[in-house]
């Protein structure tokens, strides 16, 4: 069971948004990965109140989830089942089962539990290719739905050949996403720099070569400004992640051009249409049609 798409309070005045192109639920591109380090139940079933629509998965980062009361836990993740959202303990608990040689187990729990999904990476332990295929056929096995990360949490920079064999390897083996490592902080890690700026040659180079990647690379982009950056190079349909959950419509807003960041996207797109076109050949609509 899960519940009703509602309609907008501003339907009436604004049926279309200045920004189209971000695809509805459930889909495959434009997906929006929160980042949960506390939320309770109330605030969980406040969040998912106001903004289901506009989230498709929430992990339960790092190693939360095992600090969670029983009954607590079971609640939080049936609360988000309800609402249409897929629910994926942190990586790092993984990267604690392989450590530990528990990976059995700790898929079995995740199933008893009543978990959607399971991050494999490899941020902090090393992890052979062998392991990782392992790993990814066990979680399939159970029936998750399964992100791969590829990246290093202390920025150990990894040559972007070897990124993309990662991830090519890891969608052979059956992996539905694979996670671009941006941390928490979203600075000096995967294709940002220490500041947090996009190094644009490198996620080109990156980007060179992979087919379909909108549908299946998760980028995760903690800051605003890095969020503006892919939405201008990807699009509204590209698939976020690491977004803080009180940051929800905030990023909605930017892949639907309501807010200036991308209303400005538009507005310079409509100038140059008009550029080009002949006189009287421009329609005087409130829409544009953003081409991506």
Not at 62 to 78: D, M
Not at 239 to 255: D, Q
Request: net charge negative; aromatic share 8%; hydrophobic share 40%.
């Amino acid at each position: 069971m899960s519940v009703q798409k509602p309609r907008t309070a501003w339907h009436d005045a604004f049926p279309q948004f200045p920004l189209p192109g971000h695809s509805g639920k459930p889909r495959q591109t434009g997906c929006t990965m929160l980042l949960d380090k506390r939320l309770g139940l109330s605030e969980t079933r406040d969040l998912l109140e106001l903004a289901c629509d506009y989230i498709d998965i929430i992990k339960l980062t790092f190693g939360t989830s095992a600090l969670y009361p029983e009954t607590v836990l079971r609640e939080k993740i049936r609360l988000i089942r309800f609402y249409g959202v897929e629910v994926c303990p942190g990586g790092t608990l993984f990267e604690i089962a392989i450590w530990q040689n528990r990976l059995e187990p700790y898929l079995e729990r995740a199933a008893q539990l009543g978990f959607t999904g399971i991050e494999i990476s490899d941020g902090t332990i090393p992890l052979s290719t062998y392991e990782r295929r392992r790993a990814i056929a066990s979680a399939k096995a159970y029936g998750f739905k399964v992100t791969t990360e590829v990246g290093k949490k202390d920025g150990t920079p990894i040559p972007i050949l070897r990124m993309q064999q990662i991830i090519i390897d890891d969608l052979e083996n059956g992996a539905d996403k694979v996670i671009i490592e941006g941390r928490e902080s979203g600075k000096g890690v995967g294709v940002f720099d220490k500041d947090g700026n996009v190094k644009e040659a490198e996620l080109e180079a990156l980007v060179h070569g992979l087919p379909c990647l909108e549908s299946f690379l998760f980028w995760e982009a903690p800051l605003k400004s890095q969020q503006v950056s892919l939405i201008k190079r990807f699009g509204p349909d590209v698939n976020l992640g690491n977004i803080a959950p009180e940051e929800s419509l905030a990023l909605e807003a930017l892949r639907c051009g309501l807010r200036g960041d991308t209303l400005g996207l538009c507005l310079d797109r409509l100038a140059a249409e008009r550029e080009r076109a002949k006189p009287g050949e421009v329609s005087s609509g409130g829409n544009f049609n953003a081409d991506f």
